[in-house]
Each structure stands twice: as C-alpha cells, then as structure tokens.
C-alpha cells in the first residue's frame, strides 16, 4: 500500500489554508462534491505540486440490500481517474432503502446508517463490494462509521466483522478512530478490542475527527476540536502498526487556520507515541524469544488469532488468511450462486438480500417517515438518530440552496425541520430543497409578503416546466402554480 502521510480533508471553505499548510502530504476530497471535467483550482494546483488527492465516496450505500448503482460507481470511477488518485474509498453504511425489493416507497436516509453485523449483511455487502471492486480503476478501501442505534440480534462485533469483510473480498480498510471513540461511547465496545480483532495488513489510512455530546449521545459531528480519547485510539492503533497515513476531517464549523495546524501536530505526537510504544514491544518480544519466553505483543497477537479462528471454525469456515480467491474456490465447489461478474458468491445471498431490504427499510421508514419502531430498537435512540437525520437534511439543503435561509431568515431552520416530519427524501437534495418550498408556498408562507413573493420566485425559476422526478411532483408543480396564480 503506498504511503500517504498526513492529510486534511479538502474542503472548498477551507481550500486557500489547507494549500498554505505546512506538512500536508495529501488530501481527500467528498467524491460527490468533485466535478471530473471542472477539478476546482485549489486540487488542481495541489496535484501540480504533487500532493495526492483521493475521492472519498459518500452517496454509494455499499451496505444497503440493493446493487450498487452502476451510475454511481462510474461516477466514482471518474473522478478517480480525474484525480489521478491511487485508490478510492466509501463508507460500510446504507443510505437509502424500499423501493422493488419490499414493493414499498423509496426512502433516502440523507446521511449513513449502520448495517447489523449479521450473516445476511455480510453476504450482501461482500457481494456489493466485489461489484465494486470490479467496476472501479484502482484499489477500494471501506470506512467504519459511527452508529447512534443498535441493530437487534447482531452476530459479530464490529472487528469480527470487518476482519471477514477484508478477508472475503481482499477490500482494504478505512480505519475512523474517532467512530470507534462514538461507538464506545454509544454502545458501550471496546475500541483495544475492535483493534486487536481487525486485520491490520489491510489497513489503507485512518480518519480523525472531533464530535461533541448531544441528547445524550456522542455525535460524530466533524465540527468541533479532536477530543484526546479519540488521539488515545489513534495511540493504540499506531503501537499495533505503522498506519500508511493519517488524515483529519473537518466539515463545519471551520476554525482558523492556525487551529487546524494544532490539531495535526496532536495527530503527529499520538502516532509518535504509539511508535514508542510499537518499538517497546517489539524489544520485549525480541528478548522473550531469547530467553525462551514470548514477550506481550505476540501473548496479544496470539490471543487474538486464536479468537478469530475457533469464530472462524464454529462457522465452518476456512482458516484466516485463505483470501478471498481460496474462499471463492471453496464455495463455489460448494455448489455457489454466481455473483454479477461471475465469482462465486455465498448460496442464498438473493434470499439475504431480500431480508436485508425488509430489515433496512423498515428502520429507515421509523426513522424519516415517523412510523412505529421496529421491533427490538431502543425507541429513545431510534429518536435520537431521526432528530440527527432531520438536523443534517437541514444544513444539507442550506448549502445546496444557500437562498433559502436568506429569504426565509430565522423562520428557516423551524419551518425546514416541521416540513422533514412528514416529507421524507426520496430524490435527492436538490430535489428536497424544491419540494420544500413548494410545501411551503402551497400553505400560504411565509406570512411575510416580500419573502413569500421571493420565494414564489426562486421556485419558479428553479422547478422549470416538467419537473425531472415524475407526475406526482409536476401535477403538485401546476396545482402549486394555480395557488401562486391567485395570491
């Protein structure tokens, strides 16, 4: 794997600081955010400069029930090769749900939702990450995400998990320590053992990032400081390996440039120390063989491996570090289904499917069209999280539709988060920021005169004659119209 380094995330508001920074060996752009064809200055001169760029997939829903979208992942496939980058990487979430597998509305989550680390899932996504794989130009690495709810009847813990996932698929691993630090946070696991479980060969680089308790909750927010439980993590990750890089992300809430170099200087200390204490045990090994005894590190490797092979065995699977290829082999002697391009993919992952879309969007549709909770959720965190998906929705249309909360002013951010209960995403956030202010002016609002006339105005210069999303919205299009029409 090629060495990376220190990085920051690209961001347009904090493009001019991260050219100026000192130490930056590269940077990883939001994928969806990247035009192939018109690369903003800013990358273009930092690829110049040789400062690598890698495309950071958030919209491809790796996890969900459904395929990958072939769309998507040409998408994905151009902006790796715009960018010249040396691979891409993606989250193991889902991000949408119902539609033709549970003959049910299609729902967008707007944000990333956690799979259940069960068999079913497992099989789906090591089957989607292969179709990826396949139509992608270079390498793929899969990121960890932070979770606010528990999936009920999970069969493997977050590294169990991720280490089958990297060894059935040869998938390298985006590894955020920050998401371990919310997951200890929010369901009570042990970041040292998720560590001690994962594959570490597979390790592409690692994410930082800060967060901030809420409702009870850590929430992964990317706006605030780097905590120091969070450069702990990354301490115990860097005594295990050398990761090949080290990037921060920093989404909202920018602070000044100085600030963010502070926060990478505390990076570079925490992988310092953990390379201090790599080398400690590495001497404590080295004089345990000498003197016939085994030193702490390999009693912790040991212990490790001996776990993940007697899982291993009690599922009647190969031994650890058979790949992907021996896997396939094994299965398909098996009398294995074959997968979309032609590998063999685990019997029944069709039927796997199908659960999984039921499962997904029945949690989904508690979650962003206010019906009941599924069984086994905590009601209370299933709240917690639709509150989060809602708050999020809200910035999202804010950025891609910057007018709206300059004509609506303070009313905006109440009247978006009253019209998300019962208005969930189904197209998008373009489309979303349309169909809000449709909502709105079909209700009579804003009470302002001058905003509502502005808004009346910025709807229809935007909505167009056929609105792209179907007759429903441009039969609500001409009625909407009429009611305009006659104020």
């Known amino acids: 794997m090629e060495r990376l380094g220190t990085g920051i995330g690209w961001r347009p508001e904090i493009a001019d600081a991260v050219e100026r920074m000192p130490g930056i060996d590269w940077v990883e752009a939001v994928a969806e955010n990247v035009c192939p064809g018109h690369l903003p200055d800013s990358l273009r001169r930092l690829r110049e400069r040789g400062v690598t760029v890698v495309p950071h997939g958030v ?12 769309g998507r992942l040409t998408a994905l496939a151009e902006r790796a090769e715009a960018l010249g980058s040396p691979l891409v990487t993606e989250h193991i979430a889902f991000v949408r749900a119902g539609g033709p597998l549970t003959a049910s509305p299609h729902l967008e989550a707007g944000h990333l939702l956690p799979v259940p680390r069960t068999r079913d899932a497992l099989d789906v996504l090591c089957e989607n990450v292969r179709i990826a794989q396949e139509a992608l130009p270079v390498p793929l690495a899969v990121e960890n995400i932070a979770a606010l709810v528990c999936w009920p009847g999970e069969e493997m813990t977050e590294g169990q998990f991720l280490y089958d996932l990297a060894d059935r698929t040869g998938v390298r691993l985006l590894i955020d320590v920050a998401n371990l630090h919310t ?42 400081p780097v905590p120091r439980p969070v450069l702990d993590i990354l301490t115990d990750l ?35 120390a953990g390379a201090v204490e790599r080398v400690k045990t590495e001497l404590r090994s080295a004089a345990g063989r000498r003197e016939g005894t085994r030193g702490d590190g390999e009693l912790l490797g040991a212990a490790a491996l001996a776990r993940r092979e007697a899982a291993r065995r009690a599922r009647g699977e190969a031994p650890a570090g058979a790949g992907a290829a021996r896997r396939d082999e094994e299965t398909g002697a098996a009398g294995a289904t074959r997968g979309a391009f ?20 029945a949690l989904l549709s508690a979650l962003v069209a206010g019906t009941p909770v599924p069984e086994g959720f905590d009601g209370a965190r299933v709240g917690v999280q639709a509150r989060a998906l809602a708050a999020k929705r809200a910035d999202v249309v804010a950025k891609v539709a910057p007018e709206l909360p300059v004509i609506l002013g303070g009313e905006y951010r109440t009247a978006f988060l009253g019209y998300a209960q019962n208005h969930p995403m189904t197209d998008g956030y373009r489309r979303d920021a349309l169909t809000f202010a449709e909502h709105l002016l079909s209700t009579g609002r804003p009470g302002d005169t001058r905003a509502r006339r502005e808004l009346r105005e910025w709807w229809l210069e935007r909505s167009g004659p056929a609105p792209r999303s179907g007759r429903r919205v441009h039969r609500l299009a001409r009625a909407t119209r009429r009611v305009l029409s006659r104020r």
Do not use: M
């Not at 919209?59 to 072939?70: E, F, K, N, V, W």
């Not at 992300?249 to 000044?256: A, M, S, T, V």
């Open 59 to 70: 919209s491809l829903g790796l996890g969900g029930a459904d395929r990958p979208d072939a």
């Open 183 to 224: 997951n200890h946070v929010n369901r009570g696991e042990d970041p040292a053992k998720a560590l001690a479980e994962l594959p570490l060969e597979a390790i592409a680089y690692v994410h930082v990032a800060g967060g901030v308790e809420r409702d009870g909750v850590w929430h992964d927010s990317h706006a605030h």
């Open 342 to 361: 032609g590998r063999p993919c685990p019997e029944g992952v069709d039927e796997a499917r199908q659960r999984l879309a039921l499962a997904q969007a």
């Open 238 to 272: 860097a005594s295990r390996v050398t990761p090949p890089g080290v990037l921060l992300e920093r989404d909202e809430n920018f602070p000044e440039p100085g600030e963010l170099e502070s926060e990478l200087a505390a990076i570079r200390r925490a992988l310092e």
